[in-house]
């Protein structure tokens, strides 16, 4: 009778006293941030272990793992295109193995708690989503200008009614964000904030001096967390609402919470809703493969099923083969677990993401972080 053990790497069938080597279990070493929560999951690590995979995690922000030393890793995962083409150029440049999957989407959301939602909507500056399931509102458009407005005014929390909702908040309105000189989420919050800043037109910066200027410019609007701070972690803690009313995430990171929340105590969290800001950037994961195990684990996470399921599962937003959403899926499985749904219907207005250079110098300019080495202005 054979029975299967685990040594090492490497599983064994056991035969009496004899040792028989099974197929070999690889161990892949990947550096991200808010994606780890994917590799973390116990269904995604079991559902590797059946590839013979184990994956081992190194946490780190999307811009930290673009401009630090990755060459012990197997693959990257940053959060978002920017951080993503630093690594890709630069691997390029030294003539080193990056092959990139793109298996699923997030968007950048504002997560606040009930009270604050429902004052921004009394001043005007956000609206609840229609059509989501529930009695009250789960979601809310934030126009992104007049919000930001207010925290260039110094506008207070008081200053607003957020009274009338049963609290006190004498403190100033801002969006929380991670470090913008590690975080991709900062960093494409902080383009969002300088094209709304700057009228919400076509033009981005396209010299040096202008996204210096633009970053200067925008650098009172953005309030930055500490470097290993997370914020949305902070967010469903129970001191979430006092540190920070609303903090800048990923919506999958929202999704998750009250999908697991409504599994624990049947119902969903009511008290803790989203923003989704009036001009939006789809951010798009990009999974980049430094070697060819992990182009395997790559082609895995994109094309098997099971890790496609568990990924909608998770809250993203999957992609068929052509890199466009795939369908409403995710929308049929929140209501299968009766938690209320977004819309999700793809009209969001998109708005123009700087050229890298030119967002690295912005960064620098709000975090006061040494640029990355960006040798081209070109997309």
């Known amino acids: 009778m054979l029975a299967a053990v685990l040594t090492g790497t490497t599983a064994l069938a056991v035969s009496g006293n004899i040792l028989l080597p099974l197929e070999r279990v690889v161990t892949l070493e990947g550096k991200m941030a808010s994606k780890r929560d994917f590799f973390e999951d116990e ?25 630090h030393d990755i060459s012990s890793y197997d693959f990257v995962f940053p959060s978002g295109q920017p951080a993503g083409d630093l690594i890709t150029r630069e691997r390029a440049a030294a003539d080193k193995y990056a092959k990139v999957h793109r298996p699923f989407v997030s968007p950048i959301v504002l997560a606040t708690y009930r009270e604050y939602a429902e004052t921004l909507a009394d001043a005007g500056i956000a609206t609840a989503q229609q059509g989501s399931g529930a009695e009250q509102s789960f979601y809310y458009v934030l126009d992104m200008r007049k919000f930001l407005q207010h925290i260039h005014d110094k506008r207070r929390w008081n200053d607003i009614g957020v009274q009338r909702h049963g609290i006190t908040n004498a403190n100033r309105i801002v969006a929380q964000t991670p470090d913008v000189c590690g975080s991709n989420s900062a960093g494409t919050y902080l383009a969002l904030v300088a094209f709304t800043w700057n ?11 202008e996204a210096d200027e633009r970053g200067r ?9 500490l ?7 902070t ?12 903090v800048v995430a990923y919506e999958h990171q929202y999704l998750s919470y009250q999908v697991q929340y409504r599994h624990q105590y049947g119902k969903a969290d009511a008290q803790r809703v989203l923003l989704y800001p009036s001009g939006q950037f789809v951010t798009q994961p990009q999974f980049i493969a430094l070697n060819k195990d992990g182009d395997r684990l790559g082609e895995l996470v994109t094309r098997d099923p099971d890790l496609r399921r568990r990924a909608m599962e998770l809250g993203f937003r999957i992609l068929d083969p052509a890199g466009q959403v795939a369908g409403d899926q995710l929308t049929g499985f929140l209501r299968e677990r009766e938690v209320p749904a977004p819309a999700i219907d793809g009209d969001d207005t998109r708005s123009a993401m700087p050229r890298l250079r030119y967002l690295e110098r912005m960064i620098s300019a709000v975090g006061d972080c040494p640029p990355a080495d960006v040798a081209s202005g070109q997309r």
């Not at 410019?217 to 967390?225: A, P, Y």
């Not at 967010?235 to 609303?246: F, M």
Request: charged share 30%.
């Open 43 to 67: 269904e995604v690590q079991r559902i590797l272990m059946k590839h013979h995979i184990r994956v081992h995690i190194t946490s780190s922000g999307s811009r930290e793992v673009a401009v």
């Open 227 to 233: 470097p290993s701070a997370d914020v949305f972690r």
């Open 235 to 246: 967010y469903i803690s129970p001191e979430g609402k006092n540190i920070a009313p609303v």
């Open 199 to 209: 009228g919400g037109g076509d033009e981005v910066p396209d010299t040096d001096r």
């Open 217 to 225: 410019e925008i650098r009172h609007l953005m309030e930055q967390g």
